[in-house]
């Protein structure tokens, strides 16, 4: 099975045995669409995967049909009943299964890592297994020595009030700022979370504005914090988009970097392009073969040097 595939179900198993094609995607930004749907069929071909939808979500999801080390098989964790499984199965056409209620936050947790863990992935099932008790919902190195600490929140029916309590999102980030993160990493903190809330007292809650100004006033007064300390923010409702950085002495400017996962699959659209020109110049050469006929005036073959192959990822 190719490195593709075993990473695929690998995500899928750390999901807890579910993987939409959202997360999927976000593994591999250099494979085209069309390259990843093939995939994704050749795994529920071998019977590696099944799809189905969840039901309430509108999404389609992939499970897995085989327990991993400590984590029983998506198919066993949605579909307790070995006889509903084969009804939902049987047929090509996926069937609709209630998804476990951590679903949509532990895929929006999954998308985040695949896509930023450039280097290197933990998600949150690793974080939480044995007596590794970290309080996160994962780790992503968009660089070897960088490392992203993935907070997914919510906010369903919370204020902002949650995040001041002892020990919680804003002293974790406040622990963490500027601070090397194992071999000197620098580690920061990646907040995934709505912009606005529900009106309260006829005016909406702006969650990344109340994060951004406890985080400064927790800091104000405190020795030894970096000038380029800060976090960096993404819209739940569009975690693809490129993080907007919050620096805790403003105006201060990130110490890297951070492009979105959007940004870094449109920089391989060309690669894209150009592999899919090639496979109609070679599909129209193959079918004028067996014609017997020439190929229209203009229609020309790429040198080998520029025939497709799996482009090499540019720098984030």
Not at 84 to 97: D, L
Not at 167 to 178: M, N, P, Q, R
Request: with cysteine; hydrophobic share 45%; charged share 20%.
């Amino acid at each position: 099975m190719s490195d593709r595939a075993e990473t695929i179900l690998a995500t899928a198993d750390a999901l807890y045995g579910a993987i939409t094609m959202p997360v999927a995607a976000a593994l591999f930004p250099e494979v085209s669409p069309s390259r990843l749907r093939h995939l994704m069929h050749a795994l529920v071909t071998r019977g590696a995967l099944v799809p189905a939808w969840a039901a309430g979500t509108g999404q389609r999801v992939w499970l897995t049909t085989r327990s991993a080390v400590g984590r029983v098989a998506g198919v066993r964790k949605w579909v307790a009943d070995s006889d509903a499984i084969r009804c939902a199965f049987v047929s090509r056409n996926a069937g609709t299964v209630q998804p476990p209620v951590t679903f949509l936050h532990t895929q929006i947790a999954g998308l985040i890592v695949s896509g930023f863990g450039t280097y290197g992935r933990t998600f949150d099932s690793e974080l939480h297994s044995g007596e590794a008790v970290t309080m996160a919902d994962g780790i992503a190195c968009p660089e070897p020595d960088w490392r992203l600490i993935i907070e997914i929140e919510r906010m369903v029916r919370q204020s902002p009030g949650r995040w001041q309590k002892q020990g919680g999102l804003i002293d974790k980030i406040v622990a963490e700022l500027g601070q090397p993160g194992g071999e000197d990493a620098l580690t920061q903190h990646l907040v995934v979370c709505p912009k606005f809330g529900a009106e309260h007292a006829g005016q909406r809650i702006d969650f990344e504005h109340e994060l951004d100004a406890a985080l400064v006033g927790k800091t104000s007064g405190l020795t030894g914090v970096p000038r380029e300390a800060g976090w960096w923010f993404l819209p739940i409702d569009a975690p693809e988009c490129d993080p907007v950085w919050h620096p805790i002495v403003a105006g201060a400017a990130p110490p890297r970097t951070l492009q979105g996962i959007a940004a870094r699959r449109a920089s391989f659209a060309a690669q894209h392009e150009k592999n899919a020109a090639l496979d109609r110049t070679r599909k129209m050469r193959a079918a004028a073969a067996k014609a017997g006929v020439s190929l229209p005036a203009g229609v020309t073959m790429l040198p080998a040097s520029a025939r497709r192959s799996d482009a090499t990822p540019p720098p984030p």
